[in-house]
């Protein structure tokens, strides 16, 4: 289980590659999931004049890395007096120049008194060709690793590790789309002589804020209220992966100047998703008296507000 350190890091050091970056302390028990690294005779580095170590590579998602360590600090970018730890993508699978990878990493040094690691964590970081490196200059001040009392280094043996945690794009989103001055378009479909006999029937596609659009009537109603209601239905036509929300007017006219009308608006996502006028509002005893026997015109007026697609 993870906790926060008590006392082993230098509180005012600084926090990694850029001055900015919010570092997380804490101790756990658990090992590296990734790469441990483990250093016997650490006295003798700085004796052979071993500044800097690269250790071999290792695999993490699709990439490879290797653990950096500056034993004496990375005195170029203000690690005097301190362990310094980096990751970096590996020279032998360089990234290319317009790829990245973001990942989380999480730096690792072994406590051998108390038996846990203290880990420092750094923000999500983006590598790519240009910046294939990030770590923290200050990771642990020298004078708390070399004293034998905090675990860190004894009998002049130590252990580092790491983990990195890659976010990979799952290559899911979407784009809202409002418009600002959406138009209305009104489409009229005649029908001639109206029967409540025969099967529902299909208007002619019409365009309506560049979607295309058609009306559904069912002369006895759907199949939720069969030979008791009229149904009409505006339908979306070949969306896609779209989502289109649009506010609506459906309007009978008869012959004779009787109007039955429903206004609405719905979010359309294709031609199983219909919205219009519901069958409880339309009894066939009313539309018979005002429609049989006559001409008369089902007219649809559309306003698409916006959309919703797919991001490439």
């Known amino acids: 289980m993870a906790k926060r350190k008590r006392e082993a890091t230098d509180s005012n050091a600084a926090e990694g590659g850029d001055e900015d970056d919010e570092i997380t302390t804490e101790t756990r028990e658990i090992s590296p999931a990734h790469y441990v690294f483990k250093i016997e005779s650490f006295s003798l580095l700085s004796k052979n004049d071993i500044t800097m170590y690269?250790?071999?590579d290792f695999k993490v998602g699709d990439q490879k890395w290797r653990l950096i360590i500056y034993p004496d600090g990375d005195k170029s970018n203000k690690g005097e007096d301190h362990?310094?730890?980096?990751l970096a993508v590996s020279e032998a699978d360089p990234l290319k120049?317009?790829?990245?990878?973001?990942?989380t990493v999480r730096f690792f040094v072994f406590d051998q008194i108390r038996d846990e690691y203290l880990l420092r964590e750094g923000k999500n970081r983006r590598f790519r060709a240009m910046k294939h490196k990030w770590g923290i200059p200050r990771f642990l001040p020298l004078k708390t690793f070399i004293n034998p009392s905090n675990g860190y280094l004894v009998d002049d043996t130590c252990v580092f590790g790491v983990e990195v945690f890659v976010a990979k794009s799952l290559g899911l989103g979407e784009c809202l789309t409002l418009k600002a001055s959406?138009?209305?378009v009104c489409h009229k479909w005649k029908i001639s002589t109206f029967s409540t006999s025969g099967n529902g029937r299909c208007s002619e596609v019409f365009t309506a804020g560049n979607h295309n659009w058609r009306l559904h009537l069912y002369p006895r109603g759907d199949q939720h209220n069969k030979?008791?209601?009229l149904s009409v239905y505006l339908c979306l036509v070949d969306s896609?992966?779209?989502k289109v929300k649009a506010t609506y007017t459906i309007r009978l006219k008869g012959?004779?100047?009787e109007t039955h009308q429903?206004?609405?608006?719905?979010w359309f996502t294709g031609p199983t998703k219909k919205c219009g006028m519901p069958s409880s509002s339309l009894p066939l005893t009313t539309v018979q008296d005002d429609l049989a026997g006559n001409d008369f015109v089902v007219e649809a007026e559309v306003e698409v507000l916006g959309t919703v697609s797919k991001l490439p």
Do not use: R
């Open 54 to 56: 690269e250790t071999n």
């Open 83 to 86: 362990v310094s730890l980096y």
């Open 97 to 103: 120049v317009d790829g990245e990878i973001n990942a």
């Open 182 to 184: 959406p138009n209305s």
């Open 227 to 229: 030979d008791k209601n």
């Open 240 to 242: 896609g992966d779209q």
């Open 255 to 257: 012959k004779s100047g």
């Open 262 to 266: 429903m206004t609405g608006d719905y």
